[in-house]
């Protein structure tokens, strides 16, 4: 049977899917990212009352959210890795089971039967003329879900990118088909203030000609980028991109002839951002995009050569403990790649990693740089691992430096108004400080 005949026989409605994948108790994992699959989820929550339970996985999901509501309670159990808003919410309403691991280790729970697959729902590009999709701007732990999974259910999506990289999937890999034509989601790009804009000067003082680079979303990551229009051949290695590395590919800045591994190439594990960024990405041969325990793994960011990693936190004590996921008790979103790229910075020949936050919050009523953690608060990235810390106030070296070097050196960077009483901390916590 050629491929053509083997997608005609396999489509079906979402209804169809729906009914016809999930069965009691089934392990089920969803795309994440702007790979939205809301069809199903809203098929998923039609056919609420005869919807057999099951288990539903995701790590970032930016969709309607429907399963997240209290009418799917007892039907379906969620399962995240990473908290968005919606996510948050449900957290807080008992709705949601959180599952701990660094991103880079998502493949390996699906790989290692800690979350066997029974059905992956994934979106996917149209097929080529050889019958192969593409996972388009979501590989992550897609590629997992996808060569594991019992069944796979395939949201062909025309407006899904076609991107190369470890991204293909036969159509005869799928056992359901579903048809759709809807626009990725798209992401508007952060403000950014004065706040913004001195962090990226800093950061971008850490970042030479030639280094490969690793951002996250958000007004800093772009503030950064706004600060490298003079370099030339950067690289970029991380977990996703969005707008703005695509505007320093088409000014040449971001080519990759620098790089260690996959030289001229952009490589990352999923991609979220505007139209335009979706469009540009099309069989666009410069990118590549890989599973995320790939991307993602410390050796792998290791091999390359001066590597800057750039991450944000909620909080960072005198120590140089730092939490990105939790604000004392109430979680907020989760470790990420943030750990992966600290130690596969401190690998690499040349490399850095960076911690960038507003020295602030609630309207400078609050500094982020405090003496002890809050209690409750879980620590992403542990002190023997931090490097830079930055805010708009300047930049702070924690390695290498003892406790009260590091003491000395945040208390520098935080906020006028509280340095003194972070001083007064110092000293009954810190024997040393003086």
């Known amino acids: 049977?050629?491929?053509?005949?083997?997608?005609?026989?396999?489509?079906?409605?979402?209804?169809?899917?729906?009914?016809?994948?999930?069965?009691?108790?089934?392990?089920?994992?969803?795309?994440?990212?702007?790979?939205?699959?809301?069809?199903?989820?809203?098929?998923?929550?039609?056919?609420?009352?005869?919807?057999?339970?099951?288990?539903?996985?995701?790590?970032?999901?930016?969709?309607?959210?429907?399963?997240?509501?209290?009418?799917?309670?007892?039907?379906?159990?969620?399962?995240?890795?990473?908290?968005?808003?919606?996510?948050?919410?449900?957290?807080?309403?008992?709705?949601?089971?959180?599952?701990?691991?660094?991103?880079?280790?998502?493949?390996?729970?699906?790989?290692?039967?800690?979350?066997?697959?029974?059905?992956?729902?994934?979106?996917?590009?149209?097929?080529?003329?050889e019958g192969i999709c593409s996972m388009g701007v979501s590989c992550d732990y897609t590629r997992a879900?996808?060569?594991?999974?019992?069944?796979?259910?395939?949201?062909?999506?025309?407006?899904?990118?076609?991107?190369?990289?470890?991204?293909?999937?036969?159509?005869?890999?799928?056992?359901?088909?579903?048809?759709?034509?809807?626009?990725?989601?798209?992401?508007?790009?952060?403000?950014?203030?004065?706040?913004?804009?001195?962090?990226?000067?800093?950061?971008?003082?850490?970042?030479?000609?030639?280094?490969?680079?690793?951002?996250?979303?958000?007004?800093?990551?772009?503030?950064?980028?706004?600060?490298?229009?003079?370099?030339?051949?950067?690289?970029?290695?991380?977990e996703m991109f969005t707008d703005g590395v695509m505007r320093l590919m088409k000014s040449g800045v971001i080519n990759g002839k620098a790089k260690t591994l996959h030289k001229g190439k952009v490589v990352s594990a999923f991609t979220f951002g505007s139209q335009e960024l979706y469009k540009f990405l099309d069989h666009n041969p410069d990118v590549e995009m890989y599973p995320v325990d790939y991307t993602n793994d410390p050796f792998i960011i290791g091999q390359h050569d001066n590597v800057v990693s750039i991450n944000s936190c909620i909080e960072i004590d005198l120590y140089g403990q730092v939490t990105a996921e939790s604000i004392g008790y109430s979680l907020f979103s989760g470790s990420g790649g943030q750990v992966d790229f600290v130690r596969g910075a401190k690998r690499s020949k040349g490399g850095v990693s960076i911690i960038a936050m507003p020295a602030t919050a609630k309207e400078g009523t609050v500094s982020r740089i405090v003496p002890t953690l809050k209690p409750g608060s879980i620590v992403t990235t542990g002190r023997n691992e931090v490097d830079y810390i930055i805010t708009e106030f300047g930049i702070a070296r924690m390695r290498g430096r003892t406790m009260s070097e590091r003491a000395k050196a945040l208390i520098s960077i935080a906020h006028p108004d509280f340095r003194a009483e972070l001083e007064e901390a110092a000293r009954k916590m810190i024997g040393y400080f003086k």
């Open 145 to 238: 879900a996808i060569d594991h999974a019992q069944k796979v259910v395939g949201i062909i999506n025309k407006q899904m990118p076609y991107l190369y990289g470890d991204t293909r999937v036969p159509v005869s890999r799928l056992d359901y088909i579903i048809e759709i034509d809807a626009p990725l989601v798209t992401v508007p790009q952060a403000p950014i203030g004065e706040v913004e804009a001195t962090i990226g000067k800093y950061c971008a003082s850490l970042i030479g000609d030639g280094a490969t680079l690793q951002l996250g979303i958000g007004a800093i990551p772009d503030a950064v980028l706004n600060n490298l229009e003079d370099r030339k051949d950067l690289g970029i290695h991380t």
């Open 1 to 129: 049977m050629n491929w053509q005949s083997y997608y005609k026989e396999h489509l079906v409605t979402a209804a169809e899917a729906v009914k016809s994948s999930l069965f009691q108790g089934a392990n089920v994992v969803v795309g994440s990212g702007a790979a939205h699959i809301d069809c199903f989820i809203e098929e998923m929550y039609a056919q609420r009352d005869t919807l057999p339970f099951v288990n539903l996985f995701h790590v970032l999901y930016f969709g309607k959210g429907l399963y997240l509501t209290p009418e799917m309670e007892g039907k379906v159990r969620p399962i995240i890795n990473f908290m968005e808003r919606q996510g948050r919410n449900a957290y807080k309403e008992g709705l949601v089971d959180f599952l701990p691991c660094h991103f880079h280790e998502v493949p390996g729970l699906i790989k290692d039967g800690f979350y066997p697959v029974d059905v992956a729902v994934v979106q996917l590009s149209t097929p080529d003329a």
